[in-house]
């Protein structure tokens, strides 16, 4: 314990690190048990003050692309810039007394050997404290100020990830010691992505697939594994049922390193949502930016895409929503869009309208495998 104190302390000295670690549960108690320490130290010394959190600020100003030297992936990180959680601040006071609250809970946590999901986390910060806890976004950003204050990863912390992710396809997997999963057999509902982490990380994978296919859409993925799309394209096919969870991400993320051949293509609704679905396999978010490199691949986008457009009905077209123009003025202002991505994105705003890939059953019900085959043999994806 002693030695990981000792490195706690070198971590709080060295203000240039932008990602979160990857730590031992002893690890991560030294780290908090170095922060309370800082506190106290400030609080009892000759000009007592109670010191400001010094957290790696999340906001696109202090986020930026990496590109890996021997990869084509790209990720968001974020830079040496801070913002801070103050209790001399009114509107801020709460935040701050919710950060060390959490880190009490995780220090609990980790010293049980347990892990929880953010929910139940909720529900425990509620009970205890619900002067500060009414909501679950309110203990999910201050998990991030967490994340953001001690620089580890939130699995480091003891929390898991809720995984609403599937696969189906080509893909064999096996935990050490565990049985073989034939991700071909699971039917038209696919395998469950598990939400423990090193499991993930432990997973033995093998595949004679030639393609990943990440689909957006929980009914879109039911559908091409019903239809066994994987077996005419050999493919694996993964969902999150919508915006990726980490658990997702990081599986996607495990196949891309395990089989670098593989192009990884992914199939969206032609909306700012969609895209910004895509963006976030393929980049991270700016709100995990510190944990981005763990989970960012190389995705190509495959369809829906304005060439697309032409399959689909007139009729089957939809106006864009508030909302769709929300996220489209937020991917607007991010230098991750690339520029083929920015002018698909423009035509969007430009229409006013949005495709839904179930327009393209406009061809029948076994058309999508179809549309994708010919995408794929025509190297048609950016």
Same mark, same amino acid.
């Given at each position: 314990?002693?030695?990981?104190?000792?490195?706690?302390?070198?971590?709080?000295?060295?203000?240039?690190?932008?990602?979160?670690?990857?730590?031992?549960?002893?690890?991560?108690?030294?780290?908090?048990?170095?922060?309370?320490?800082?506190?106290?130290?400030?609080?009892?010394?000759?000009?007592?003050?109670?010191?400001?959190?010094?957290?790696?600020?999340?906001?696109?100003?202090?986020?930026?692309?990496?590109?890996?030297?021997?990869?084509?992936?790209?990720?968001?990180?974020?830079?040496?810039?801070?913002?801070?959680?103050?209790?001399?601040?009114?509107?801020?006071?709460?935040?701050?007394?919710?950060?060390?609250?959490?880190?009490?809970? !995780?220090?609990?946590?980790?010293?049980?050997?347990?892990?929880?999901?953010?929910?139940?986390?909720?529900?425990?910060?509620?009970?205890?404290?619900?002067?500060?806890?009414?909501?679950?976004?309110?203990?999910?950003?201050?998990?991030?100020?967490?994340?953001?204050?001690?620089?580890?990863?939130?699995?480091?912390?003891?929390?898991?990830?809720?995984?609403?992710?599937?696969?189906?396809?080509?893909?064999?997997?096996?935990?050490?010691?565990?049985?073989?999963?034939?991700?071909?057999? !699971?039917?038209?509902?696919?395998?469950?992505?598990?939400?423990?982490?090193?499991?993930?990380?432990?997973?033995?994978?093998?595949?004679?697939?030639?393609?990943?296919?990440?689909?957006?859409?929980?009914?879109?993925?039911?559908?091409?594994?019903?239809?066994?799309?994987?077996?005419?394209?050999?493919?694996?096919?993964?969902?999150?049922?919508?915006?990726?969870?980490?658990?997702?991400?990081?599986?996607?993320?495990?196949?891309?390193?395990?089989?670098?051949?593989?192009?990884?293509?992914?199939?969206?609704?032609?909306?700012?949502?969609?895209?910004?679905?895509?963006?976030?396999?393929?980049?991270?978010?700016?709100?995990?930016?510190?944990?981005?490199?763990?989970?960012? !691949?190389?995705?190509?986008?495959?369809?829906?895409?304005?060439?697309?457009?032409?399959?689909?009905?007139?009729?089957?077209?939809?106006?864009?929503?508030?909302?769709?123009?929300?996220?489209?003025?937020?991917?607007?202002?991010?230098?991750?869009?690339?520029?083929?991505?920015?002018?698909?994105?423009?035509?969007?705003?430009?229409?006013?309208?949005?495709?839904?890939?179930?327009?393209?059953?406009?061809?029948?019900?076994?058309?999508?495998?179809?549309?994708?085959?010919?995408?794929?043999?025509?190297?048609?994806?950016?």
């Amino acid at each position: 314990m002693e030695e990981a104190c000792k490195s706690s302390l070198n971590f709080f000295s060295d203000q240039q690190l932008c990602y979160a670690d990857v730590l031992s549960p002893l690890e991560v108690i030294a780290r908090i048990q170095v922060a309370v320490l800082n506190f106290l130290r400030i609080l009892t010394s000759p000009a007592p003050a109670i010191s400001d959190l010094p957290l790696v600020a999340r906001k696109s100003s202090n986020s930026r692309l990496s590109q890996g030297l021997l990869t084509q992936t790209s990720w968001i990180f974020l830079t040496n810039a801070f913002s801070t959680r103050s209790l001399k601040r009114p509107n801020a006071a709460k935040a701050f007394i919710r950060v060390w609250k959490v880190m009490a809970m !995780c220090s609990q946590i980790l010293g049980q050997e347990k892990k929880v999901t953010q929910r139940e986390l909720f529900y425990k910060l509620l009970c205890d404290s619900p002067g500060y806890f009414s909501s679950q976004s309110q203990v999910n950003r201050t998990v991030q100020d967490v994340v953001a204050l001690l620089r580890c990863s939130r699995y480091s912390l003891g929390i898991m990830a809720s995984s609403r992710g599937l696969v189906a396809g080509r893909l064999l997997l096996q935990e050490p010691n565990q049985g073989v999963v034939d991700c071909a057999a !699971c039917g038209f509902s696919g395998h469950g992505i598990s939400g423990d982490l090193s499991s993930i990380d432990n997973l033995i994978m093998k595949t004679d697939a030639r393609y990943i296919i990440v689909v957006e859409k929980h009914a879109i993925f039911q559908r091409l594994v019903d239809d066994r799309v994987f077996n005419q394209i050999p493919s694996i096919i993964i969902t999150a049922k919508g915006y990726p969870d980490i658990a997702t991400r990081l599986l996607l993320h495990r196949m891309s390193r395990a089989f670098p051949d593989l192009p990884i293509l992914a199939l969206v609704d032609w909306n700012p949502a969609g895209l910004a679905i895509l963006c976030t396999f393929k980049f991270g978010s700016i709100g995990m930016g510190l944990e981005a490199y763990r989970y960012a !691949c190389n995705v190509k986008w495959l369809g829906v895409r304005r060439d697309d457009l032409e399959l689909i009905p007139e009729q089957a077209l939809v106006p864009l929503k508030p909302k769709d123009l929300q996220i489209a003025k937020s991917l607007m202002s991010s230098e991750m869009l690339q520029e083929n991505y920015r002018e698909e994105l423009t035509l969007m705003v430009e229409s006013g309208q949005r495709a839904e890939i179930e327009a393209l059953y406009f061809h029948g019900y076994d058309y999508l495998g179809k549309f994708i085959a010919k995408k794929i043999v025509q190297a048609n994806y950016i």
